[in-house]
């Protein structure tokens, strides 16, 4: 396909992804937002008048049928992702998805099923996957720079959010699955391995807090999670989405711990960072990439419908992480084995 290929863009779901979304596609040049798409009308008609459209819609389906969109970008709760991907992508629309792919994974595999059937892509917004530093952190394991095996650290850690449907089991989820999933995702890319074991406990600190009330099955938004790989690598992921308004503390940096030093990664929105702690004691800046990560997902998704290429995040990967997070859910709701009783 030729690269000055227009794409016609309909973002489903106005909040601020979709916002972030048709943003960036607005940058692409041959691309332009066609139609938007929220059950909000207010959320709805504010993308509108932001693009400058004729007309916004509450339902998704005619936004898609009428708009004459050749992409489709996915921005709705998790819960949705399914319904509305696999619409798009029977209307022979190429679906460019917000992670986690899924709630399920038979979700996730309707989702993988349609777009092949459909002869379409599915890219996940897996957007640290475009940042050079991704790539230079699985050089870098892959040469020995660090020795192996290797620790990769990484914790968030904030108040309860502002989106109160982000602490809905049914709706997004919680933490393990929408944060953990980009971690799950980049671990198995720097391994270069697929994980063998899932552990993991976890609770809901959040759960009487008036501002949840209304939700009736909340998630678990606070856990540690650790993935064990076939390479002997393991990651561990801590994460609390639980504490009081104004408690959330300062970002921390993640970091991987090997025989031969400590790698330290920044995953800004818009600049990323990649610095290695030797023997010594002395610090190296490794790579420092200047990065807008969902301005080069995005990009990477129109070049891949253009020339017909598969995304570098795919359905397969979405689906991947996915498994890796339920796995993790599923091990907090399962009662631990009796530990050895200890005598101190």
């Known amino acids: ?11 489903v779901g106005c909040g601020d992804m979709g916002a972030k979304h048709a943003a960036r596609w607005a940058n692409v040049p041959g691309a332009k937002v066609v139609a938007v798409a929220d059950i909000r ?20 389906r005619p936004a898609i049928r009428e708009s004459d969109c050749n992409v489709v970008s996915v921005c709705v709760p998790t819960s949705r992702h399914a319904e509305v991907s696999c619409f798009a992508a029977e209307q022979g629309k190429h679906v460019l998805c917000e ?5 399920t994974l038979a979700q996730a595999d309707a989702m993988i099923e349609t777009a092949k059937r459909s002869g379409v892509k599915l890219g996940v917004g897996f957007m640290r996957q475009y940042s050079p530093i991704t790539a230079t952190l699985r050089d870098w394991l892959s040469a020995g720079r660090l020795g192996r095996p290797a620790f990769y650290h ?12 982000m602490h809905d089991a049914q709706i997004n989820g919680g933490p393990v699955l929408d944060m953990g999933v980009h971690l799950f995702d980049i671990w198995r890319t720097i391994f270069a391995s697929e994980p063998v074991s899932v552990s993991a406990q976890g609770m809901k600190l959040g759960k009487a807090r008036p501002e949840l009330a209304h939700i009736a099955d909340i998630a678990y938004d606070t856990a540690a999670v650790s993935v064990h790989f076939q390479s002997g690598d393991v990651g561990v992921f801590v994460v609390c989405w639980g504490l009081p308004p104004g408690a959330t503390p300062p970002g ?8 031969k030093g400590l790698l330290e990664i920044s995953y800004g929105i818009q600049q990323q960072t990649l610095r290695f702690l030797r023997e010594g004691g002395a610090w190296e800046t490794i790579a420092e990439a200047h990065v807008d990560m969902y301005q080069a997902e995005i990009d990477h998704f129109a070049r891949c419908v253009r020339d017909d290429l598969d995304p570098l995040a ?11 997070a339920l796995a993790a859910l599923q091990a907090i709701a399962t009662p631990p084995d009796p530990s050895p009783e200890l005598s101190i």
């Open 41 to 60: 009308p207010e959320r709805a008609q504010a993308l509108t008048a932001a693009h400058g459209l004729d007309r916004s819609y509450t339902d998704f």
């Open 252 to 259: 921390s940096a993640d970091r991987i711990f090997g025989p």
């Open 1 to 11: 396909m030729s690269a000055q290929m227009p794409l016609r863009v309909c973002v």
């Open 154 to 165: 990484a914790a968030d850690v904030r108040e309860i959010r502002p989106k109160r449907e």
């Open 99 to 103: 992670k986690p792919l899924a709630l």
């Open 314 to 324: 795919g359905g397969n990967a979405g689906k991947h992480a996915l498994q890796i």
